[in-house]
């Protein structure tokens, strides 16, 4: 049974810097693909950045174009858990952030079936 648990969300000033962490559990870390999604009040929910396998990046990263060179994603194979950096937050980045797993390639935002409960990231 696969378990994903965000934290370190919280409120920031337009500008400033977020770490969100996601433990996983219940399953084989390395075939997995990581990735954080997040959803603001009546838009859709929207892929931010992954890592795994298949992911375009030289690293296995993937990354939506409005968060590229602001974010980034990395993993600790040793904890189980994958990191956000958020550097230079905008007021357009408020949102409930979820992390995902899937056991397929990351190089697509969809077919992720295994989610995080979410933490709320608020940018003024």
């Known amino acids: 049974h696969v378990q994903l648990v965000e934290s370190g969300g919280g409120s920031v000033q337009a500008g400033g810097s977020l770490r969100l962490s996601c433990a996983a559990s219940?399953?084989?870390?390395?075939?997995?693909?990581m990735g954080w999604f997040r959803q603001a009040p009546g838009l859709k929910r929207e892929g931010v950045a992954s890592?795994?396998?298949?992911?375009?990046?030289?690293?296995?990263?993937y990354y939506r174009d409005s968060v590229k060179g602001r974010f980034t994603i990395s993993q600790d194979n040793d904890k189980d858990t994958v990191y956000l950096e958020m550097d230079s937050l905008r007021y357009e980045d408020t949102a409930m952030y979820y992390c995902?797993?899937?056991?397929?390639?990351?190089?697509?935002?969809?077919?992720?079936?295994?989610w995080g409960q979410g933490t709320q990231v608020t940018v003024s």
């Open positions: 219940g399953y084989t870390w390395s075939d997995y693909c």
């Open positions: 995902a797993a899937k056991a397929r390639s990351c190089s697509q935002w969809n077919g992720y079936n295994n």
């Open positions: 890592i795994g396998p298949g992911g375009p990046g030289g690293d296995g990263t």
